[in-house]
């Protein structure tokens, strides 16, 4: 039984795996426990690795702090290509009031942080710890590590792990538990706020399908091309029937004619606008009625996955001129989009393609249409990016006052170039496209590997933190989650009337608790909440994780 008992307690490859292997099993199991709805999920991860390391069982130093930080970053890198496209979307009008107040939580939570700090005499790295957990923010305990470990010359300190698996369960449910006070102060019924926001006018970004008669008479003659420069909206007339009874596939060139019919594609929000100018609703062609009147027509969704296609603007591809067929709609990550002339397409793009049958074909062949290429993961900007974030985070930036230069870190510098390859990637042909799944996996397999490492590392030291004080983390990681959720939500509810379903999506994005915003959907049958998150979790993500650096480099 030696080969057993070295594969347990020694140091070597197959025990190092052993043991990472069966934490993760572990804590994973655990995760998928729910006490009253609600469960810790991955985060049982790192429990799993401090019991682990408090019973004997560890791993070489050098193998663990190799895992950790790789795992660290393939979650981060892979985080960042999720929120990159939605990154600087989000400070567009109407998202930036919301990305405003999240920025306003972030910062109250830091400064409470800081001031627990300062009266208390707690170190700032250990305050680092107790601010992620009580914000529900991994990333930010890696970022915190990964600066307090630049700092000190790959020194480490387990309170900034023990710190953060203290404060994390009653963060994970003090926000839930805000929602609920916020509901019961201002007397909250779901059943008025459904219908607050249904009487909301402008709220909404569908499109919709216009039947219109051209009355117009300064419209009649003119190309669709001349009369779109006339008005400052986007849409796409996808057919017209003209006046002798014929029916064409619209594009930028096609004359206008006096009572012609249009088949208009457009914002919901842009409806009044687009029927005035062009003319008033054709009550005998509704818009359904299309697809009966032009039967030598078909409508047919096609994927864009060839790389040529990849970040060109949809007006480059003349696709009416090349093969007869005209795009009326873009869906892109479950949001429909108006196929306007410079939206910049990207792989995974679902078009909705109108023509002959013949034609769609030719045009599919073109675009790709071939979605078994989108399951392969484009490993080459994956490790591209990596290799850049790296990079990035290890040059130094010299900050006047400061002892030692700054350093973005392993965490800092993948996020960013994570952020922009995935915003502009497409842009310069670089195919940034992972599947929802494949993006999923590397993510769960990256924060896996990470918790296990960090709970392996802190074990050992754990009980004797706690017993020595560590339980004052507990009440300040109660602060820091409650305080700055109750200090905005409630004047923004009292004199911001902001939609209850709104605010509880701002908070649960706030703080990227995920477990906050399933509690908060289950609330109301409509997806302000889960839009409100997703507004302000890509912008909050980054700050979550700045802070937590910051933090522990102002300790300098």
């Known amino acids: 039984m030696g080969w057993f008992e070295n594969l347990i307690a020694g140091e070597g490859i197959a025990h190092s795996v052993l043991v990472v292997a069966l934490v993760i099993a572990v804590g994973t199991a655990l995760g998928k426990v729910k006490v009253a709805g609600i469960s810790l999920g991955v985060t049982w991860v790192l429990f799993a690795g401090i019991a682990a390391a408090h019973f004997g069982m560890t791993l070489n130093p050098e ?56 009266i208390t005499g707690t170190p700032i790295s250990t305050m680092a710890g107790v601010m992620s957990g009580a914000v529900t923010n991994t990333p930010g305990l890696g970022a915190a590590q990964t600066a307090y470990g630049d700092i000190h010359r790959g020194a480490m300190d387990p309170s900034i792990a023990n710190s953060y698996a203290v404060a994390y369960p009653l963060g994970a449910v003090g926000v839930i538990v805000c929602m609920l006070v916020v509901k019961g102060i201002f007397k909250v019924r779901f059943d008025k ?53 014929t029916v064409e596939i619209a594009n930028s060139c096609t004359v206008l004619g006096e009572d012609d019919l249009l088949l208009v594609i457009c914002d919901e929000a842009d409806h009044d606008a687009i029927m005035t100018f062009f003319g008033v609703p054709a009550k005998d062609l509704k818009a359904g009625d299309w697809v009966k009147l032009d039967t030598h027509f078909v409508s047919r969704p096609v994927i864009i996955t060839h790389t040529h296609v990849n970040g060109k603007k949809l007006s480059s591809l003349k696709l009416r001129g090349h093969f007869g067929v005209n795009v009326t709609r873009v869906m892109r ?25 013949e034609s769609v074909k030719a045009a599919a062949g073109y675009l790709g249409n071939q979605a078994s290429h989108l399951r392969h993961p484009n490993l080459i900007s994956i490790f591209v990016g990596i290799t850049l974030g790296v990079l990035l985070g290890s040059v130094p930036i010299v900050v006047p006052g400061m002892p030692e230069p700054l350093k973005l870190g392993l965490a800092g510098g993948p996020l960013i170039i994570a952020i922009l390859i995935g915003r502009f990637g497409p842009r310069y042909k670089l195919v940034t496209y992972t599947t929802m799944s494949a993006n999923l ?80 959907n289950s609330l109301g049958g409509n997806d302000q909440a889960s839009v409100a998150y997703s507004t302000v979790y890509p912008f909050t993500m980054f700050l979550r994780i700045l802070a937590a650096q910051v933090l522990v480099m102002l300790a300098i």
């Open 63 to 118: 193998v663990q702090h190799f895992l950790k930080e790789f795992g660290l970053i393939i979650f981060i890198f892979a985080l960042g290509l999720q929120v990159g496209p939605g990154f600087f979307s989000s400070f567009k009008k109407g998202g930036m009031r919301l990305v405003g107040w999240a920025v306003t939580i972030v910062l109250l939570g830091v400064g409470m942080t800081a001031l627990i700090s300062v």
């Open 193 to 245: 706020e459904t219908a607050a926001l249904a009487a909301e006018s402008g709220e909404a970004h569908h499109t919709e399908r216009l039947s219109i008669r051209l009355t117009n008479a300064n419209l009649v003659g003119r190309t669709i091309a001349e009369a779109g420069s006339l008005l400052a909206r986007n849409f796409v007339v996808s057919r017209v029937k003209h006046a002798g009874g």
């Open 333 to 357: 990550a479950g949001i429909e989009l108006v196929a306007a002339p410079d939206l910049e397409l990207q792989m995974g793009d679902k078009l909705t393609v109108v023509g002959t049958e």
């Open 441 to 520: 996996m590397l993510r769960e397999v990256g924060i896996s590997l990470f918790l296990a490492c960090v709970g392996l590392g802190a074990g050992e030291t754990f009980v004797a933190s706690i017993i020595g004080g560590g339980y004052w983390w507990v009440l300040y990681g109660v602060l820091i989650t409650v305080v700055p959720i109750l200090v905005v939500a409630i004047p923004l509810r009292k004199w911001g009337r902001m939609n209850y379903f709104r605010l509880i999506g701002l908070v649960a994005g706030s703080y990227t608790n995920p477990m906050a915003l399933s509690y908060a």
